[in-house]
C-alpha cells in the first residue's frame, strides 16, 4: 500500500450507492397515489368479523318486526293500572300466555292480562307490560300492585332498525356487534372488499428456508414468515411461491428465489395485487429487482432519504404493485411498515395510518438524529418515560423484538433533547 | 278490576326476578379463580403470530454465526486504512470476493481487499469493512479514501442472539418480528399456549338462524355470529352444534338449541373448555339452563348487580366452564365482554382486560346510575368529548353498532356530572 495522488472519479458506480434519495414524504405521496379500493365480494356473515363493508347495509325490515316485551310479566292495556299501589291493588284476569315465538294469538280486552315472556310478541289489544315484580298471581287472577304509562317495557316497531335505514355504513371494519346487527335485519352475507392478495418473494443465495438450522455461510430466512405475518395483519392474503395461488401458509421452501434475474423477473410476473421482494433491493452487483422492474415495468422509487430502509424501491410491473424490501430483517420490517403495509391497508378499504397504538411520552435520554433523513428507533417504554434502543443495526433483528415499539424522527429535525415528549408507536 | 285488600305473598316466586344479586367484583373473581392457562401445543411458525408463546424460546445458536458485513464495500484489515484521506489515498490488491451464501476462502493479508456484500462473511484475516462510498476501483486495484478502525461495519457473531439466550420471553403474543427471529435461530415450530374451545349454544324456540329473514313471530338470531367473532377476537375456537367438533365457522343452523331442557344440557355437555349459553338465563319459566346446571354441575353465580346483563349465571359441568348469556343481544354482548371473554383470554394465556382501547375524556352531558349496580352505557365520542347513549334498553343493538365504545359507572357511583373525566372504551 502506497501513498498516491488524487485520481479522477471511478466508473465504478455501481457500488456508490444512492445518487440521489426520494423523500419519505414523497415516497408515501406516490404510495397513496397508487392505492384505490379493491372491487367488493360477498362473503358469509360467519366469516365477516374484521372485514371492511364495502357498502352500506340498509334494512329491508323493521327490527323487531312486531311490538315485543322487553320484561317478563304481563300484558295488558296501561289504563287498568291507574291507581294501583301495593295496598291498593288492581285485579285484571289472566286469560293466557304469550312466549318468544308462541305468541297470544286473541285480542285482549280491559281488565284483562297475558303471561309474557321477555321476547314476546304483545298481544293484540295491550299497550304495556307489567313486570312480575310489580304483580302478584292468585291463580287465575292478577294483582296488580303499581302503575304503569302506555308503552312501558314495550319495544316497538323498528325500534332497533327501521327499514330503509342503513344499519351499518360503508367502510365500517366489521366488529362482532355489527354481524349481530345484520344477521338480525335477515342478511346472511355481506358485501366487503376484497381482501389484497399479497405474494412474498424472498431472494438470497444465502438462504435457507425459514427455520431451518443454519449452516456455513448460510442463515434461516426470517422475512418470509414475517412478512407473512404483517401481511395477514394488514387485511392481505399472503400468498408464496412463483406459480399459481397456492395455499394461505406454506411450510417448504416455495418463497424462496435465487440471486438470478430469470427467477426474480418471473416471481415478479406472477399473479398478485402486490408482490414484495425481500432482498436484492439496493445497488449492488447481486441487486438485480430493482433494473428487472425498471426494465420491464415502473421503478417509480429507488433510495428514500430514511434510516434504516433506505435501499427500498417500489414500482409496477402491469396491474401489480411491486415493493423492493431491503433483505436486513430490520430494514424490511420498517421499508414494509411505512409503505408496503400503508398500501395493502388501502387497497383493502381500511385506514393507511398504522395499525400500532400511539403513546406520547417524554424521552429517557437525548436522541440524536441526522438532518436530511427520516430515522426509525426502536424503543422501549419504562416506566413512564422512552428509551430509544437503536437507530442503526439494520441487521439486528432482536433490536424489534427486544423493544416495545419505535419513535419517528423527521428529516427537519436533528433529534430531540431528554425529556421532550415524543410519540412512540407500540409494536403490539 | 276492582279494589281490594292486601292478600299474603303469593307463593309464585318463579317470576319474581332474583332473590339477591351477585356482585360484578366477586362474579370476576370467581372467574378468575377457575381459569388456569391451557397446555401448551407445538405449531409452525407460519401459523404462529398472534397466538401466546407458552415459553421461553432459548436459541441453541449464535445469530449471526459468522461475522459478516454490513454494508457493500471491501473487507480488509483496519490498520491498512489508517492516514488515507481523499486527498492521500492509500492502495490495496483485490483479491476475490464474499457473497452472501459464497464466502471467500482463503485468508486475506495486509494490503489485500476482498470485495464484500452486505451480509457476506467476512474473509479471515480481516477485521472491517471499508463501505463502496469510501473506495475508488481501479482494476485489481483499490483505492482507500477513509480510515476504517477494527470492527467497523461489520456484523460479529452472536451479536443479535447469543447461544443460550432467551430469545422471546414465555407469555408473549407473538408478534412478526417476534416469528422472524425464532425463524432465524432455526426453529420451525414454536410452543404456545392451546387455544380455548369455546362451544357456542343458543337457545330460543322464537328464533331462525342468523341472517334468515324473520317472519312472523320468529326472528333471526344475532348472538351465534357475535358470540363467534367475540370468541375469535379473545384467541378462542368457536365450536358449533351438539355432537363432535365441527367445523370452525357453520353456515346451517346446528348451533341453535330449542327451549328444552334435554336438548339444552346435552348441549350443556359436549366436549369443550367452555359453553356459552346464550338466552334462557333468567327465572322465567322457559329459563331452563341455570336449573340444569344447578343439578348436574355447579352453579356458582346466577343474578349480577349490573345493567344491562343481570340475568348472567356461570358455573362449572366436569371440566367445562359455562356461561349463561341473557338472550338479548346487548346484554349477551356485555356479559360476555364482563366475564365469558375474560375467561377465554386467560385460559388462552392472554391478560385478562378488556383489548379495548381506553381513553380519559370529559362527559358532554350528566350520566345518571344507581347505585348498587354496575351501569354499562353505550356511548359516543363526539369531537373530545363524550355522549353516552344508553343504559337501558337491551334489546336494542344498534345501541352498539351506532356507539364508539361504552364507559362503566362503579356501583358505588350515582352517576357523573357533565364534564367529569371518565374512561371510555372503544369497540374497534
Chains 1, 2 share one sequence.
Request: aromatic share 4%; proline share 9%; glycine share 10%.
Amino acid at each position: 500500500m502506497t501513498r498516491q495522488k488524487p485520481a479522477p472519479p471511478s466508473a465504478d458506480v455501481r457500488m456508490r450507492g444512492f445518487a440521489s434519495r426520494t423523500t419519505v414524504e414523497a415516497a408515501l405521496a406516490w404510495v397513496d397515489g397508487q392505492c384505490g379500493r379493491l372491487s367488493a365480494e360477498r362473503i358469509s356473515i360467519w366469516r365477516a368479523a374484521g372485514r371492511v363493508l364495502a357498502s352500506g347495509v340498509v334494512s329491508p325490515i323493521d327490527v323487531p318486526g312486531f311490538a315485543r316485551s322487553m320484561m317478563d310479566g304481563f300484558a295488558l292495556q296501561a289504563a287498568d293500572t291507574l291507581g294501583a299501589t301495593p295496598y291498593s291493588r288492581l285485579e285484571a284476569q289472566i286469560i293466557g300466555q304469550s312466549l318468544p315465538g308462541k305468541p297470544f294469538d286473541g285480542i285482549v280486552q280491559p281488565h284483562q292480562a297475558v303471561r309474557i315472556m321477555t321476547g314476546a310478541p304483545l298481544p293484540a289489544g295491550c299497550d304495556a307490560v307489567l313486570p312480575a315484580e310489580q304483580v302478584e298471581v292468585e291463580g287465575p287472577k292478577l294483582l296488580i300492585l303499581d302503575p304503569v304509562p302506555p308503552g312501558k317495557n314495550v319495544a316497538h316497531v323498528g325500534e332497533d332498525v327501521a327499514a330503509g335505514g342503513t344499519a351499518v355504513s360503508a367502510g365500517r371494519v366489521l366488529r362482532p356487534q355489527d354481524i349481530g346487527l345484520i344477521s338480525s335485519i335477515g342478511q346472511s352475507e355481506v358485501e366487503v372488499v376484497s381482501q389484497p392478495r399479497v405474494r412474498i418473494v424472498v431472494t438470497g443465495n444465502e438462504l435457507l428456508p425459514a427455520g431451518s438450522s443454519p449452516a456455513g455461510a448460510q442463515i434461516a430466512d426470517s422475512n418470509g414468515p414475517m412478512l407473512a405475518a404483517l401481511v395477514a395483519r394488514d387485511g392481505g392474503v399472503p400468498l408464496f411461491g412463483p406459480g399459481p395461488l397456492t395455499p394461505p401458509l406454506p411450510s417448504t421452501s416455495n418463497y424462496l428465489v435465487p440471486d438470478d434475474p430469470s427467477a426474480i423477473l418471473a416471481a415478479m410476473q406472477a399473479d398478485a395485487d402486490v408482490i414484495l421482494v425481500s432482498g436484492g433491493s439496493s445497488v449492488g452487483q447481486e441487486d438485480h429487482a430493482p433494473s428487472l422492474l425498471a426494465e420491464h415495468g415502473e421503478l417509480a422509487i429507488h433510495g428514500i432519504a430514511m434510516r434504516p430502509s433506505s435501499p427500498t424501491g417500489m414500482g409496477r410491473l402491469g396491474e401489480r404493485l411491486i415493493f423492493l424490501l431491503p433483505g436486513n430483517p430490520v430494514s424490511c420490517l420498517c421499508a414494509y411498515d411505512f409503505f408496503a403495509g400503508r398500501a395493502i391497508r388501502s387497497l383493502g378499504g381500511r385506514s393507511h395510518d398504522w395499525p400500532y397504538r400511539k403513546l406520547r411520552l417524554p424521552l429517557a435520554r437525548k436522541l440524536v438524529s441526522q438532518v436530511g433523513r427520516v430515522d426509525y428507533a426502536r424503543a422501549r417504554v419504562l416506566g413512564s418515560k422512552v428509551e430509544p434502543v437503536a437507530i442503526s443495526g439494520a441487521s439486528i433483528l432482536s433490536s424489534t423484538t427486544l423493544a416495545d415499539g419505535f419513535v419517528m424522527i423527521p428529516a427537519d429535525s436533528e433529534g430531540y433533547p431528554a425529556g421532550a415528549e415524543i410519540d412512540v408507536f407500540l409494536y403490539d
